[in-house]
């Protein structure tokens, strides 16, 4: 499973937990101070554990395994299967208004062609470690400050997210403001991300890249978004050269849902430098989704397509590659065998629940350059291969298919196969083998 929000499926039971996420500070389990509610399930008495007047610990963990096998990767590496193993427990405390979070990680791999890199192993480290004080402003409204090594997980988390689908989570060290409404919640940030690396606690801020912004989200009547996202990279590297990056994300998203109805709009532009290279880069996703709650399955029908900017990539003129900066892992899905950068992307998924605690889904996926004259790119943003002018823009067609079965509240057991058949773009790189991948994995979390 991936994504910043990794919500917990509804299971028809009497005791049931709050929204779990990622980066699990914002997840709210007040309900258990209630002695009577914490007697309710086994791990209760884990999330709220009295310290005395006004102060109180939770705990948790997640222990994940998940074995990979894929099949002609698009980066030409050879076929791999590995397995990961990933570890994050955390604490909790929580003092009058002050608070400290601690989540170590051990992330491991075992198998992968050539050696685990940073987002498959890390050895021991600390994922998150961080101070905050709340200050009240008013009958609803908070400020509060926090200081310290952190996740980050912004809208859909196509420039700022966790990486939670890799084996190794996305970090940050620095510092954040978050004023907090009944309606609106605004989060101000100075932010370096934090770089993995092989061995144990050795995992250190990027000296070379830096993140900063302001972003506004509003729930109401209308959910909308707007933000502000600066980005530093002093060793940018492009098909122009390398050089320092200073990047300017201005961006809105608007969302919602009506009945059986859900929809999600995001549109950003990009604007700064690159050497002595002006930067001017846009992206445009839209996205619909519509159930069938009282028929048999439930069945549901998601659409969606994302627009996103290349470079002319002749040396000449704007800077016209879009910059994704740090987006959630599998991007497109379990496989993404490519990443948002001039790209055109169309996505049909139909999801079905069999049962209760059983769900499915089937997603058809079509890639194209949105420049001809630009290459294709990972999601990291590395480039893949730059095609010769007039060999086609069509990247390729996928299928990817899903299982998750939630056996206990705690416990989630997936699978998932996906095959994708290159187009001309990739049979001019020389990709003329159809990708394909197959996951198994099992999370346990409370």
């Known amino acids: 499973m991936s994504g910043a929000q990794v919500r917990a499926q509804n299971v028809a039971e009497a005791w049931q937990p709050p929204v779990l996420t990622s980066e699990r500070y914002d997840e709210d389990w007040s309900r258990m101070a209630d002695p009577a509610v914490r007697a309710q399930h086994w791990t209760g008495q884990f999330k709220y554990i009295p310290l005395g007047e006004d102060a109180h610990l939770t705990t948790g963990a997640e222990l994940r395994t998940r074995f990979e096998d894929t099949i002609a990767p698009v980066s030409g590496t050879g076929d791999d299967g590995y397995l990961w193993l990933r570890l994050l427990p955390y604490a909790d405390l929580h003092v009058g208004r002050v608070r400290a979070f601690v989540e170590p990680v ?8 050539g050696g685990p890199g940073p987002t498959d192993a890390t050895g021991i480290d600390l994922l998150q470690g961080f101070a905050d ?3 009240p402003l008013g009958t609803d409204t908070t400020l509060t400050f926090r200081a310290g090594r952190q996740q980050l997980a912004l809208g859909t988390e196509r420039l700022v997210g966790t990486r939670y689908g890799p084996n190794v989570p996305l970090a940050y060290d620095g510092g954040r403001a978050i004023l907090h409404s ?15 690396r092989s061995g144990n606690f050795d995992d250190r801020s990027s000296p070379t890249r830096m993140l900063w912004g302001v972003y506004a989200s509003h729930r109401g009547g209308r959910n909308f978004e707007f933000y502000y996202l600066g980005f530093r990279n002093r060793n940018a590297r492009y098909s122009r050269g390398t050089g320092v990056e200073m990047r300017h994300t201005v961006g809105t998203r608007a969302f919602g849902t009506q009945g059986p109805w859900s929809w999600n709009a995001e549109a950003m532009g990009q604007f700064g430098s690159f050497a002595d290279v ?8 839209l996205e619909g989704r519509h159930g069938w709650a009282k028929v048999p399955f439930a069945p549901a029908v998601t659409l969606r397509t994302s627009l996103i900017s290349g470079d002319n990539a002749h040396g000449h003129g704007t800077l016209g590659a879009f910059n994704a900066m740090f987006p959630k892992g599998k991007y497109f899905g379990e496989l993404s065998p490519v990443g948002p950068r001039n790209l055109i ?4 998924i139909l999801t079905l629940a069999p049962a209760p605690r059983l769900t499915a889904s089937l997603a058809a996926l079509a890639y194209w350059r949105m420049r001809g004259t630009d290459g294709v790119y990972d999601v990291p943003g590395n480039l893949i291969g730059l095609p010769a002018d007039g060999r086609g823009r069509f990247i390729g067609g996928q299928i990817e298919s899903a299982l998750s079965f939630r056996a206990t509240q705690e416990l989630t057991l997936s699978a998932a196969a996906s095959v994708m058949r290159p187009g001309a773009t990739l049979h001019a790189l020389g990709r003329t083998h159809d990708i394909g991948l197959i996951g198994l994995e099992a999370n346990f979390r409370f």
């Not at 051990?106 to 062609?113: E, F, Q, S």
């Not at 919640?185 to 991300?193: G, I, Q, S």
Request: proline share 3%; net charge positive; no cysteine.
């Open 106 to 113: 051990a992330a491991y791999a075992v198998g992968v062609r």
């Open 133 to 135: 004080v709340a200050i």
């Open 182 to 196: 009944a309606s609106w919640r605004t989060t101000a940030f100075w932010l370096r991300p934090v770089e993995s």
């Open 278 to 285: 002006a930067i001017r880069t846009w992206s445009v996703s």
């Open 345 to 348: 992307n169309i996505h049909a």
